[in-house]
């Protein structure tokens, strides 16, 4: 009687020890996951040639400065329009871009992608859709009453366009950027996002003209309300 215990209890040590074994699972080397980048236009046309760039999003990245340390690399699209990322760590990256244009307007992408391992990450971006909404109400310094209707009304980058003298008409008319202001002095101008911009105000009448006012940025999808005040002309 005794061995059978003996026995048994040597059978059930050994079961557990078996058990024990069978579940222990080895620590795998850290999978990687792709990311296909694809820049498009309206028509759904890819955009070549714009460079992209990839941060680590985990250091509190600021969209609009990122941190040149937390850069992963950078990359141009190829005749597809796709920037590919291979052998990504998972994790949260910023993709930037600030090169694509579409009918001559410069456009800037900004965005948090997850990357997850063993996938092949893809994603279609339209980058007109980077826009927002600059809505502006000219006033007249005459009185700063007097709405100031039937004005026109253009919105520059100033980061990438230094208005002067001889160049301020050519820029009026190349714009795509503007507008005409209502009876009640509004006027909607949609822009890229998250791009400074400054505006021209002139006579389309006389083209009088007057420029050098308070710069603005909107973030993607959203809207500004602004005030002008300008010269009656």
């Known amino acids: ?12 040590i050994l079961t557990l020890s ?14 990687s996951g ?15 040639g714009i460079k992209v760039s990839l941060y680590d999003a985990k250091l509190g990245l600021n969209t609009n400065y990122p941190d040149p340390s937390a850069l992963v690399g950078s990359i141009r699209t190829n005749q597809d ?43 279609s971006i339209n980058v007109s859709e980077f826009s927002g909404l600059l809505n502006l109400t000219l006033i007249s310094t005459k009185d700063y009453r007097t709405v100031l209707k039937n004005v026109g009304v253009v919105a520059y980058p100033v980061n990438e366009i230094i208005l002067n003298s001889s160049n ?3 820029v009026i008319n190349s714009s795509t950027l503007k507008g005409v202001t209502d009876a009640n002095g509004f006027v909607s101008i949609k822009v890229p996002s998250n791009i400074p911009f ?30 002008l005040y300008s010269d009656p002309f």
């Open 1 to 12: 009687m005794k061995c059978k215990i003996i026995v048994l209890l040597g059978l059930f």
């Open 18 to 31: 078996c058990k024990k074994i069978t579940n222990v699972k080895l620590v795998d080397g850290v999978n």
């Open 34 to 48: 792709k990311l296909s980048y694809k820049l498009v236009d309206d028509a759904g046309k890819g955009l070549a």
């Open 81 to 123: 329009g796709v920037a590919y990322f291979p052998d990504l760590l998972p994790n949260n990256y910023l993709v930037t871009c600030d090169t694509a244009r579409i009918n001559k307007v410069r456009y800037r992408t900004d965005e948090f992608v997850q990357v997850v391992a063993d996938v092949d990450k893809k994603k």
């Open 168 to 170: 301020v008409f050519e």
């Open 198 to 227: 400054n505006f021209i105000v002139y006579n389309i009448t006389n083209r009088n003209l007057a420029y050098g006012y308070n710069s603005y940025s909107v973030a993607k999808n959203a809207k500004i309300n602004a005030t």
